[in-house]
């Protein structure tokens, strides 16, 4: 049985304690819930990856309380420390070659010589990471392959047979995953769409790859096609209404024929508050018993493009 705790001074000294030890707990940040254990520890990572049912050649971030912490596990370059001055905390994720004596167990970076790590900005995630002296592993705490849980709820319906604790935050403020950055190489790429936008990156360190920009070898392994994906069938811009179908609509464009109900992610048309608002409405349609949904996409711009990844993602495949 699943048990949700306040975020009070004991629990989250407890979690610091029950995480050194080994434990598994979810924890809010300000992107999705991640499922939280000591990077270091192989046993608490293989754990992680057993609760997911996570495909154990796609890695995990490591968090850390500040990005000075990040140098002992991974080899910082100008291009990180560019980037963190202005993103950090916060949700950019990058990827970097690790040290010789790096504390990240091998199997949170699927045997690779790189990782990933992530400053949250969350305050919740911030005083649970600054009492521990060592990175946290904690990938977004759901089911591999279903949608990214953005509130406690969202994590005891995915996961709450399957974990003990989940330290309650509220909703996550930007609801989507961090941008993920590979600075491994010479060529700064973005692996995945997120929060902080190509545009954003480029006035920073000038240049960066697009995920579609090299198709041949899977980075990011999150970024498998079938990802965050409902339970109920969901496709992409309707002409009009199926039967018994649900919408999930953006912006005021009028679409034919009757939606059996309508979400409407922005009625305004921002993406921010269209971001914060997409797994949380589709969590909310997925459980309502709809044949299937009908999702608008978004202006691919900024936070669009990641809004229309997780989208594309989420669509029924075969
Ligand atoms: O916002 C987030 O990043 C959330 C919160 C909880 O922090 N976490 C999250 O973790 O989304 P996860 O495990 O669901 O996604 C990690 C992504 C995956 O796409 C993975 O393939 C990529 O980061 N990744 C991790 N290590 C990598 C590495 N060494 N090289 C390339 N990609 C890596
Ligand atoms: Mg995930």
């Not at 040290?99 to 790189?114: E, F, K, M, V």
């Not at 996961?159 to 700064?188: M, P």
């Not at 409902?230 to 009028?254: S, V």
Request: neutral net charge; charged residues 25%.
């Amino acid at each position: 049985m699943v048990t949700i705790l306040k975020a009070t001074k004991e629990n989250i000294e407890k979690t610091a304690e029950l995480l050194k030890a080994g434990e598994i707990m979810a924890i809010p940040t300000e992107t999705v819930y991640g499922l939280a254990g000591d990077a270091t520890n192989d046993q608490a990572v293989t754990k992680i990856f057993a609760i997911k049912n996570r495909p154990n050649f796609n890695p995990l971030i490591s968090h850390y309380s500040s990005f000075e912490k990040i140098s002992r596990d991974v080899i910082i370059d100008e291009r990180s420390k560019k980037l963190a001055n202005k993103f950090c905390p916060g949700p950019l994720t990058f990827v970097l070659p690790k040290t010789i004596d790096s504390r990240i167990s091998l199997l949170a970076s699927a045997g690779l010589n790189t990782a990933a790590v992530r400053i949250p900005a969350h305050p919740i995630a911030q005083a649970i990471l600054n009492q521990i002296d060592r990175p946290i592993v904690a990938p977004s705490a759901n089911l591999s392959s279903t949608l990214s849980p953005v509130n406690a709820k969202h994590v005891e319906q995915n996961l709450g047979n399957r974990i003990n604790w989940i330290i309650d935050g509220g909703d996550s403020e930007i609801g989507l995953e961090s941008t993920v950055i590979d600075l491994s190489t010479s060529e700064a790429k973005i692996l995945r769409y997120g929060k902080i936008s190509p545009e954003e990156i480029k006035s920073v360190i000038g240049k960066v790859l697009l995920p579609e920009d090299e198709i041949s070898e899977i980075k990011a392994p999150g970024m498998l096609l079938k990802h965050y994906s409902p339970t109920t069938p969901l496709r992409l811009n309707p002409m009009k209404a199926n039967i018994n179908e649900a919408l999930l609509a953006f912006g005021d464009k009028i679409i034919e024929g009757d939606f059996a109900f309508t979400k409407n992610l922005s009625p305004g048309a921002n993406l921010n508050e269209a971001a914060a608002n997409l797994f949380k409405y589709l969590h909310e349609l997925d459980q309502m018993g709809f044949s299937s949904i009908a999702a608008m996409t978004v202006p691919n711009e900024s936070l669009g493009l990641a809004i229309n990844d997780r989208l594309r993602r989420a669509e029924y495949k075969e």
